[in-house]
């Protein structure tokens, strides 16, 4: 074995783990607060890689789907209102009916006009190439972010857990699988499932220090991700909503009695891990030029194994816990080649679930399920 | 038969068996994500086993005694975990085995590898139906209510006598025996395998059937593989006679649509135990509905 | 004491540092109606939580029926005789009535025949029959498809006592059995818990309602701070100094009630 190339692959592992790291914290929140895997994670990591891509090649569609999306939302929004006034019931059938009505409308509107081509051509005018990337990531963070409302509504609102039995508490899970299955379909069937390519700005832009090289992008999105998730933790630590969520997980019953108002904070948590997942999107796409589908599947199952190591709801835990797997990822890619990068992950993972489940690092008070 | 028919019918067929496999877990209250673990196992075992010269009517019920042997094995420490930390095990168990599989050049490493002997559907539907009047069986059994009531309240089934682990461990392995056998099945219907195809997407719509067909009966299963495999084909097939292509592309997000509504709105499956027990009586059933039955003391 | 069908004694539980129970003796007369009484938090219920194997004992023994069932696990007490309901409902919500009592006779079928026999497919079969039974011997009728959850509270306790029954106890443990009901349940579950006593099997019932001790029970422990304090008829319980003081602040209320005991216990003379 070639040593001398050591210090490069620890440092390409590091740069890996730091892609997975914001997918890890996303997964790692919502676990933490609500005691489910949210398979919608990879879902709109993917979709804000995709959204990007699409903005940077010029597919107005992209700019079709957003505002379903948040036509999708505002809808909901004012449904719910509706349900909570306290009108007569004729009154709310004919609300709700007016609203079908007018999303419909406004729907036919939005595919009609198509302002896509007209947007583009606009901002290629007025901002230049410049302005493309500031539409992407603007896009990319809105449509997640809309749609993480959405999700928490049919992942967490809506959900009645009446019995309390095994099975009530893989309805979220399943909710968030369908979500997976919309959104990854939805994009199939928009851009087909194959590769899609584009450019990056930085080009190969890279800088050697001694022996390794550095590419600037990979640094660039590696130090913003550590950045927003220190950021992140610290907030947690320190704010009001950060002492809410944690009274959230340890008691999502008597929560409420304590003065957190549940209600808005879920929505505001969802959103968080929403723009965590939309971020590292955004930087997959500027990274790696080369997104489809499927690639929310791929980093998610990394990015649970990175929480996994971490504890499960544990912040910390999941961002050293995606690290070690970027690592462990690219370290047996070189040492024994790539086919075999699954048995030291899962292993490892399988290991840990069974012997110490409460992670690396032990201390979290969720998911001990019933009793 | 028409080899459009066939081949659908060997499908729904292999879908339907995998599906008991993870409802039996489900029905004790155990989330199943590992299928295609427990799948790929079923299909190499079988096919190796075939190809070093036993039969398949041999290769088949060795390859379900060797994956229920290695269940057995890991039940013990993964039914140690529950709720999301059960689901997580099972996934990392079925990644160590596609990691495993595709590593192993006597089993064609990441080529695949051919199957010899071919089961046609007069093997599969036949094997199939075995299945299913089995699971009905199993499920109409005092242990089937003991699994019934470990998936609502494990301490009281304790407490009335239940051996909470037998039950848990026997309803896993015979399951993972189960998904062997419809591995199995499907390396010999096809006559070729690579772990590919047994992917964590599998794992998940086979979880999604059981799931989304109820857990409370053994209608559940097998209602929820139908509907999930007839729907979309013949969405797929609705859109090919009425030229209408956009159909067959979105069928699946209608798919995954009616998923999240039918968690808020039916969140316990298609089927329920009281939908069975009324249409298992339709005259004395339903007795205006929630009435209390209590007859003046 | 030969007669006991329970007899504890020197049990001692903690949680953390916390002593629940300490030290903690008594016995069950067979036959007998006895109820164990005290303040919010004496360790009523994990003194029951003992009983049945859901914590293991720090120290101490108890032997129910001439056999000690200390280290006995959880499951298998239920077939030495001993069989519980609980403070708050535990019936199976996906099961019907049928299925919840036919849940208690699983101690009964304990060969490979009993556990594989298609209990579902033969809607006549002995077990079935056996459980539906109990329910109209409870005043209790059932139809297909009932859901458990939607029937009134009253109804359900009685479920419960009677799953408890099918196990065939010999010591039935009844865990706050008229909380929640209102005047008229209570009266239907004082009238099943007489039939149940008549026939043979001794209650041991923990119990906040002192009318409905008062009116059941002919035996009364008392714990208090995870000590017992007192035993004895529930005549002499609130006279003894001991019990007014750990009642302290409720014992007049407790002086209503046992002033009301004896008409309402002239209604339920058979």
């Known amino acids: 074995m070639d040593l001398s190339q050591l210090p490069q692959q620890i440092v390409n592992g590091l740069m890996l783990g730091g892609v997975y790291v914001m997918v890890a914290v996303a997964f790692t929140l919502i676990i933490g607060m609500l005691n489910f895997l949210n398979f919608t994670v990879p879902a709109l990591f993917m979709l804000a890689a ?3 891509w699409a903005i940077l090649e010029g597919h107005g569609i992209a700019l079709d789907l957003t505002a379903i999306a948040v036509l999708l939302v505002l809808a909901m929004m004012v449904a719910d209102r509706l349900q909570q006034a306290r009108l007569p019931p004729p009154v709310k059938t004919v609300g709700a009916l007016g609203l079908v009505a007018g999303a419909c409308v406004f729907l036919w509107l939005t595919l009609s006009f198509r302002p896509g081509p007209a947007v583009f051509a606009w901002l290629d005018g007025a901002v230049g190439a410049g302005g493309r990337w500031f539409l992407g990531i603007v896009v990319a963070l809105a449509t997640v972010a809309v749609l993480s409302l959405l999700i928490e509504r049919f992942t967490y609102r809506y959900m009645k857990a009446k019995y309390g039995d095994a099975t009530e508490h893989a309805l979220p899970l399943v909710s968030s699988l369908g ?3 919309v959104i990854e379909h939805t994009v199939i069937s928009t851009w087909g499932s194959d590769a899609l390519t584009t450019e990056s700005p930085f080009g190969n832009a890279s800088f050697e220090v001694g022996p390794v090289l550095f590419s600037v992008p990979q640094l660039l999105s590696l130090i913003l991700s550590l950045a927003i998730v220190f950021g992140l933790s610290v907030m ?7 002492r809410a969520l944690r009274s959230i997980a340890e008691r999502p019953d008597t929560a409420p009695l304590m003065g957190v108002e549940v209600g808005r904070i879920v929505p505001v948590v969802y959103v968080i891990a929403g723009l965590l997942c939309a971020t590292a999107g955004i930087l997959f796409t500027i990274n790696y030029t080369t997104v489809d589908a499927y690639i929310g599947d791929t980093v998610a199952t990394v990015a649970i194994a990175g929480m996994v190591l971490g504890g499960l709801g544990n912040v910390w835990g999941a961002i050293v816990g995606a690290m070690l797997i970027g690592m462990v990822e ?4 070189y040492m024994v080649g790539a086919t075999f990068k699954k048995i030291p992950i899962w292993g490892l993972l399988l290991l840990i679930l069974i012997v110490r489940p409460t992670g690396l690092f032990g201390h979290t008070a969720i998911g001990k399920g019933k009793f | 038969m028409s080899g459009y028919l066939e081949s659908q019918l060997i499908i729904l067929c292999l879908n339907v068996i995998y599906a008991y496999g993870i409802f039996l877990p489900a029905a004790s209250g155990q989330l199943n994500l590992g299928a295609a673990g427990f799948i790929t196992i079923g299909a190499y075992s079988s096919a190796w086993i075939n190809a070093s010269g036993a039969p398949m009517y041999i290769a088949i019920p060795a390859s379900m005694l060797f994956c229920a042997a290695i269940a057995f094995t890991i039940a013990f420490p993964i039914l140690r975990t529950r709720g999301v930390y059960m689901v997580l095990a099972t996934f990392a168990f079925a990644e160590v085995v596609a990691g495993l599989i595709i590593n192993l050049e006597f089993l064609g490493a990441a080529a695949g590898y051919p199957v010899e002997s071919h089961a046609d559907y007069l093997v599969v539907v036949p094997v199939t139906i075995l299945v299913v009047l089995l699971c009905f069986f199993l ?14 309240d494990e301490a009281v089934a304790t407490l009335f006598g239940v051996d909470v682990r037998l039950a848990k461990v026997a309803a896993f392995t015979l399951g993972a025996a189960l998904m062997s056998l419809g591995g199995a099945l499907y390396g010999h219907h096809y006559n070729y395998i690579e772990t590919q195809t047994f992917n964590v997407l599998l794992s998940i719509y086979i979880l999604l059937y059981v799931l989304l067909g109820g857990t409370q009966t053994a209608w559940g299963p097998l209602v929820g593989a139908a509907f999930f495999t007839v729907v979309p084909e013949a969405l797929r097939q609705i859109a090919t006679a009425s030229g209408h292509a956009w159909i067959a592309d979105s069928r699946f997000i209608f798919f995954g649509a009616i998923i999240v509504l039918m968690m808020v709105f039916r969140p316990e499956g298609l089927v329920t135990r009281t939908m069975v027990d009324r249409a298992a009586t339709p005259f004395g059933g339903g007795r205006s509905g929630a009435a209390p039955a209590a007859r003046t003391a | 004491m030969a007669d006991n069908v329970l007899s504890i004694e020197g049990l001692h539980k903690s949680f953390g540092g916390l002593k ?10 067979r036959g007998s109606r006895t109820a164990l009484i005290g303040p919010n938090g004496a360790g009523k219920t994990t003194v029951f939580n003992l009983l049945t194997g859901v914590y293991p004992v720090d120290e101490g023994t108890m032997v129910l029926d001439g056999r000690d069932i200390t280290r006995v696990p959880a499951k298998d007490r239920v077939i030495f005789g001993m069989s519980r309901s609980f403070q708050n409902i535990r019936l199976m919500p996906h099961l019907s009535t049928v299925e919840n009592v036919m849940l208690g006779q699983h101690a009964r079928a304990r060969r490979l025949g009993d556990l594989l026999y298609p209990l579902g497919l033969m809607p006549g079969n002995r077990w079935a029959r056996a459980a539906k039974e109990a329910l109209e011997d409870a005043g209790l009728e059932t139809y297909p498809g009932q859901v458990v959850a939607n029937l009134p509270y009253g109804v359900q306790k009685r479920i419960e006592v009677v799953r408890a029954m099918i196990s065939q106890p010999k010591l039935l443990l009844l865990d706050e059995p008229a909380a929640g009901l209102n005047q008229v349940e209570a009266q239907q579950l004082l009238a099943l818990l007489e039939k149940v006593s008549a026939s043979g099997v001794t209650l041991l019932v923990v119990e906040h309602d002192m009318h409905f001790v008062h009116n059941l029970c002919d035996h009364v422990a008392v714990l208090n701070f995870g000590k017992k304090i007192f035993e004895g008829t529930p005549a ?11 009642y302290l602040g409720s014992d007049t209320s407790m002086a209503g009630q046992q002033n009301a ?10």
């Open chain 3, 261 to 270: 005991a004896p008409a309402a216990g002239a209604a339920d003379a058979p």
């Open chain 3, 236 to 246: 002499q319980v609130n006279d003894d100094p001991l019990v007014r003081e750990a």
């Open chain 1, 179 to 181: 979500f997976l299955i």
């Open chain 3, 20 to 29: 629940v129970i300490d030290d903690v003796g008594f016995a069950v007369k």
């Open chain 2, 139 to 152: 499920m109409s059994t005092r242990l089937g209510l003991a699994m019934r009531s470990i998936h609502d």
């Open chain 1, 236 to 242: 947690l630590k320190t704010t009001k909503l950060g």
């Open chain 1, 50 to 52: 995709v959204l990007m």
């Open chain 1, 330 to 333: 690219v370290m047996s890619i």
